[in-house]
C-alpha cells in the first residue's frame, strides 16, 4: 500500500507547470496569499482533468495489487463523479482499507468533494471518519480546503464546513491570515460567505474583521465596484456609531480618491482602467447624458467645432508681440515673420491656452517638439494623440458649454469653458512641466514649463487630466458625505419653513422652548417630522440627480436613513442646530413683531410701531 501511497506525488509539479494559468485572475488579490490555494486548485483539477489516480502498468503489479488499484480508482471516480451509493459501498467493503483511502495523499478524497462540491459525498466521508479524527479532515493543510473554496466562491461548500467544524475550529478558520476569507469574500463580491462568517462571530472579531490590513475589505470592494459589499459591512457596524464613522472615512478617502494608482499603463484602454471608482461613475454618466449628441458619423464634427471655438477665442484676443503685431492663429501665416521675430515669439505661443489647446487638435502640428515621446510622427509631421480621445473630448466639451446645466459651485458658463481650455492646454504640454527648479524666492523646488516646443501628455495622463476638465458641472462633481449632508440640511431646512405656518407657530415655539428647557420632545414637534414617503422622494431625488455616485456609495443612504430615524424624538431636534431652527421661528416672531428674551420668550405685539426710516445719504 507505500507504494500506491507514494506514487500520486510525482504528478504536483507537471499539474502546475500545465495549468498555471487557470486561476491566475483570482491572484490579483495578493498572490503571495493565494499562490498557494491555487497550486491546491491546479493539482485536484489535474486529477479530474487527466483522471489520474492510480494507473499504473499491469506489468508492473501483482494481481492482488492490481486489485487494489481498481478498488482505488473506482472510489475516487465515483467521489468526482458525485456517485454516492458508490463511494458508501467502497467504504462499507473493508473499513481498515476504507481509512486508509480516506486518509491518503493527506486527505485527497475529502479535497476532491470539496473541490467538486459533492456535499452529499463530503458530509458522508466526514460522517465515516473516527470521531477523534474528524477535525483533521476540516483542518488539512491549515484549513486549505475552507480557503480553497472561499476563494472560488463556492458558498455551499463553506457552508458545510463551517456547520462540520468545532466552535474553535470555525473561530481560527475565520480569523486565519488576518480574516483572510472574508477579505477575500469582499474582494470577489461573495456577500452570501459574508453572512455565513458573520453568524460565527461577535461584534469584536467584526470589527477587527473589517480593519484587517487597512480595511483592506472596504476598499477593495470600492474599487472594483461592488456596492453590494460595501452595503453590507455599513449594515455591520451600524450599532457602533464610532467604528461606522470611522469606515465612512474610510469610504470617504476612496471617494476623494486619495488612494495611489494600481497601474500606470499609456494606452487608451488601461487609461480608462486607471480611473478610480468615483471618476468612472462620473464617466459613466456623463457618456449616458451627452452620447446622443454625438452623430452617427463620430465625434469628428464637434471636435471640429471644439477647434473653431479655440481658434475664434485667440483671434479675438491674440499675442501681441509689439503694439502693433499681433502673432497670427496659423503656422503658415506665422512662418511668414522674420525668423528673429518667430524665435521671439515662441514662448508667447506657449503660454497662451487658447492656442495651446488649439494646437492639441492640429494634424500635423507644427509647434510639435521633436522630442515629444508621446505623439505620432508622419512624413507630414507629429500630431499629439487626441483621435484616441475624440469621443470622451467630444462629450465634454459638450458638457462645457452645455447652457442646460447651470453652473455649480461658484463657477459661471464662461469659467467652466475656459478651465475646460486650461486643462486641454495642459495636456497639450503636459510633459514640458517635467523639470525642476528651486524658487529664488520660496527656496522651495517646483516644477516649470521649459517653453520648448510641444510635449503633449501620454494616453492615461490624457485621461486622468479630462476627467477633472470640467468644473461646476453637477455631473462631474464627487459626491462625498459632506455634499450629502449639505444636501439634506438644506432640503429639512426648506422642508421646516414650509411647514411652520402662523397657525401652528405658537404651538411649535412652546414646544420648543419645553424640549430645550427639558429632556424629551414634545410631540408638539410631530408637525415637523418628516413622513417617510417625504424621507423616500428626498433619497431618490439623490439617487436621480448623482446617479451611481450616490447608489453605489452605501455611506450616503446610510447616514441619510440615520438622521431621518433619529434618536432624539423628533426631526425638530434632530435638526435644530444645523438648520437653524432658531432663526427660521425668529423671522416668524419678527412677522408678529415679537421680541426674543431668553430662549423664544414673546413680548405683547404691538401694532402701533412703526419701523424706522432708512437714511439715504
Not at 202 to 222: L, T
Amino acid at each position: 500500500m507505500q507504494t500506491i501511497i507514494e506514487f500520486y506525488s510525482n504528478f504536483l509539479e507537471t499539474a502546475i507547470l500545465e495549468h498555471i494559468t487557470l486561476l491566475r485572475g483570482r491572484s490579483e488579490i495578493d498572490f503571495d496569499e493565494t499562490s498557494h490555494l491555487i497550486s491546491a486548485h491546479i493539482y485536484l483539477e489535474f486529477r479530474v482533468t487527466q483522471h489520474v489516480f492510480f494507473q499504473i502498468s499491469e506489468d508492473e503489479l501483482s494481481p492482488r495489487e492490481m486489485n487494489i488499484i481498481t478498488y482505488a480508482n473506482n472510489f475516487f471516480r465515483a467521489i468526482v463523479n458525485d456517485n454516492l451509493p458508490t463511494v458508501r459501498d467502497v467504504l462499507e467493503q473493508n473499513q481498515e482499507r476504507a481509512l486508509v483511502l480516506i486518509e491518503h495523499d493527506n486527505y485527497i478524497c475529502f479535497k476532491l468533494a470539496a473541490h467538486k462540491a459533492n456535499l452529499g459525498i463530503m458530509q458522508h466521508l466526514y460522517d465515516s471518519y473516527p470521531v477523534e479524527k474528524k477535525d483533521k479532515l476540516i483542518s488539512v493543510n491549515n484549513f486549505e480546503i475552507f480557503s480553497c473554496a472561499v476563494l472560488l466562491g463556492k458558498t455551499e461548500v463553506v457552508r458545510l464546513l463551517l456547520t462540520l467544524a468545532t466552535a474553535d475550529q470555525k473561530l481560527q478558520m475565520i480569523r486565519l491570515n488576518d480574516y483572510q476569507a472574508f477579505r477575500f469574500s469582499a474582494f470577489i463580491g461573495n456577500n452570501d460567505v459574508i453572512n455565513l462568517i458573520v453568524e460565527h462571530i461577535d461584534g469584536e472579531d467584526i470589527r477587527s474583521m473589517i480593519a484587517a490590513r487597512n480595511y483592506e475589505a472596504i476598499k477593495s470592494a470600492f474599487n472594483r465596484n461592488q456596492p453590494e459589499i460595501l452595503a453590507l459591512i455599513m449594515n455591520l457596524v451600524e450599532d457602533d456609531l464610532d467604528f461606522t464613522d470611522t469606515v465612512i472615512s474610510i469610504i470617504e478617502e476612496q471617494v476623494s480618491g486619495e488612494e495611489e494608482p494600481l497601474v500606470t499603463s499609456c494606452n487608451p484602454e488601461s487609461a480608462m482602467r486607471n480611473l478610480s471608482s468615483s471618476e468612472n461613475f462620473i464617466l459613466k454618466d456623463v457618456i449616458s447624458h451627452y452620447e446622443h449628441l454625438i452623430p452617427e458619423a463620430g465625434p469628428e464634427a464637434i471636435i471640429n467645432d471644439l477647434r473653431t471655438m479655440l481658434a475664434k477665442k485667440y483671434e479675438d484676443n491674440p499675442e501681441q508681440l509689439e503694439a502693433n503685431l499681433a502673432l497670427p492663429l496659423s503656422w503658415h501665416d506665422f512662418a511668414q515673420l522674420p525668423a528673429d521675430v518667430r524665435e521671439q515669439a515662441m514662448p508667447y505661443y506657449y503660454k497662451n491656452p487658447y492656442h495651446t489647446a488649439y494646437r492639441y487638435f492640429l494634424k500635423p502640428n507644427p509647434w510639435l517638439s521633436e522630442q515629444a515621446i508621446y505623439a505620432h510622427f508622419e512624413e507630414s509631421g507629429g500630431y499629439s494623440s487626441f483621435e484616441d480621445f475624440s469621443f470622451i473630448t467630444a462629450l465634454f466639451y459638450l458638457a462645457a458649454i452645455d447652457e442646460t446645466m447651470p453652473p455649480i459651485d461658484n463657477h459661471t458658463l464662461e469659467s467652466r469653458i475656459d478651465g475646460f481650455i486650461c486643462d486641454l492646454a495642459l495636456i497639450n504640454r503636459a510633459h514640458n512641466w517635467d523639470k525642476t527648479r528651486i524658487n529664488p524666492i520660496t527656496g522651495s523646488e517646483e516644477e516649470y514649463d521649459d517653453l520648448e516646443g510641444d510635449k503633449p501628455s501620454c494616453n492615461s495622463g490624457v485621461m486622468l487630466r479630462l476627467i477633472q476638465s470640467v468644473r461646476g458641472h453637477g455631473l462631474f462633481k464627487f459626491v462625498t458625505l459632506s455634499v450629502i449632508k449639505s444636501e439634506l440640511i438644506s432640503f429639512v431646512r426648506q422642508h421646516f419653513i414650509v411647514n411652520i405656518t402662523e397657525q401652528n407657530f405658537q404651538t411649535i415655539l412652546e414646544a420648543i422652548r419645553a424640549t430645550v428647557v427639558g429632556t424629551t420632545a414634545s410631540a408638539a414637534l410631530s408637525v415637523l417630522n418628516i413622513s417617510p414617503a417625504e424621507q423616500q422622494v428626498f433619497m431618490q431625488s439623490m439617487a436621480t440627480k448623482y446617479k451611481e455616485k450616490f447608489t453605489n456609495n452605501p455611506a450616503l443612504p446610510n447616514y441619510i436613513s440615520k438622521r431621518f430615524a433619529t434618536t432624539l424624538g423628533s426631526h425638530a431636534m434632530e435638526f435644530y442646530q444645523e438648520t437653524g431652527l432658531e432663526n427660521i421661528l425668529l423671522q416668524k416672531l419678527r412677522h408678529k413683531n415679537i421680541k426674543r428674551s431668553g430662549i423664544f420668550a414673546t413680548e405683547p405685539d404691538d401694532s402701533d410701531s412703526k419701523p424706522e426710516k432708512i437714511a439715504r445719504n
